[in-house]
Nanobody, 123 residues
Framework: QVQLVETGGGLVQAGDSLRLSCAAS????????MGWFRQAPGKEPEFVAS????????YYSESVEGRFTISRDNARNTVYLQMNSLKPEDTALYYC????????????????RGQGTQVTISS
């Protein structure tokens, strides 16, 4: 079955960087767009970034544009989220998702998600 497993979260200080990874299995990774969402306590889930099946087309939320970069390695069935210049407001549970279209992920649609990895930014 489809499995998405995130790693790389942790506790860092404001201004630091983190790289999240999401390892996919159970399906043909190349056939799907991938994305990242986050959810802070007491808040609704928020779209962060998505990438097309080849990685050539990417989308970002305004809140992370210019600081975060999504990429994927189809040979390793893995999608990454490089997060730079982290802010306390980036604190959330981050989880990866898949859908056929990166634009659909941007609109909040996906058919599978991982359990997530916690990112905490101290000020």
């Amino acid at each position: 079955q489809v499995q998405l497993v995130e790693t790389g979260g942790g506790l860092v200080q404001a201004g630091d960087s983190l790289r999240l990874s999401c390892a996919a299995s159970g399906y043909n990774f190349d056939d799907y767009a991938m994305g990242w969402f986050r959810q802070a306590p007491g808040k609704e889930p928020e779209f962060v970034a998505s990438a097309s099946y080849g990685g050539g087309v990417t989308y970002y939320s305004e809140s992370v544009e210019g600081r975060f970069t999504i990429s994927r390695d189809n040979a390793r069935n893995t999608v990454y989220l490089q997060m730079n210049s982290l802010k306390p407001e980036d604190t959330a549970l981050y989880y990866c998702v898949r859908d056929r279209l990166a634009t659909a992920i941007r609109r909040g649609r996906y058919d599978s998600r991982g359990q997530g990895t916690q990112v905490t930014i101290s000020s």
